[in-house]
């Protein structure tokens, strides 16, 4: 698979660079990847799916179109990277929730300030 394809619209496939890299995908590219990652993670959400990767079979069957567009339209390391991070994210809001509730309070450090008393 190349950086980016679609079922609407075939992307022509990517610019190799001097150095022999894939030149990186332009605004509107990015904008469309986007757009079909926040659409897969809506389904997700409605059908209460929180790890795609581990959830590979129900995520197939709950959000299989809007997979397919969020594959087509992002490069394929994006696509691994996004699900990773929502994974985290949530992890993340899960433990400052927990934390708030045995009713943790935060704290400001001022940049260059940590670790000076």
Known sequence: MGWFGSSQETLPTPKISAD??????????RARCWEHRDAYFS??????????IKERDKAAKECSA???G??????????????KRRVVEYKRD????????????GTYVKPGQAGKP
């Open 20 to 29: 022999g890299a894939p030149i990186a995908p332009d605004r509107s590219q």
């Open 43 to 52: 389904c997700l959400e409605r059908n209460d799916i929180i790890d795609s």
């Open 70 to 83: 969020f594959e087509a339209n992002c490069a394929s390391s994006w696509v691994e990277y996004f699900k």
């Open 66 to 68: 809007e997979g397919k």
């Open 94 to 105: 899960e433990t400052l929730k927990r934390l708030q509730a045995e009713g943790a309070q």
